[in-house]
């Protein structure tokens, strides 16, 4: 998936998203790796991105894609809301937001 679709980093996360030829919802995977900390620190990561993700695209339904989050150390510490914000930003930075306005 990395090589073939786009990828952008924020300050409290990384996105990677790849086009599908399809209208079914968007797939959505969460990677935290083990330099970011033990099991329940990555776990606790990993929640915060899935919770990020859950409200925000509650609110923008995508179809045909699929998105990898990938935790920083950052991630972790980073305020929620702006956390949300960094999953927004990098929805527009890679393009998928903005495909989403159109179609």
Do not use: C, W, Y
Request: aromatic share 2%; net charge positive.
């Amino acid at each position: 998936m990395a090589a073939k679709g786009r990828k952008t980093a924020t300050h409290g996360l990384v996105l990677q998203a790849l086009r599908r030829d399809d209208h079914a919802p968007a797939r959505i995977g969460f990677t935290v790796t083990k330099k970011i900390g033990n099991a329940v620190v990555r776990n606790r990561t990993r929640r915060r991105l899935k919770e990020a993700a859950r409200l925000e695209l509650a609110s923008l339904p995508l179809q045909g894609v699929d998105l990898v989050l990938i935790g920083r150390e950052a991630t972790r510490r980073r305020d929620f809301l702006d956390l949300r914000d960094d999953f927004r930003r990098a929805l527009r930075k890679t393009g998928v937001a903005l495909e989403v306005a159109v179609a």
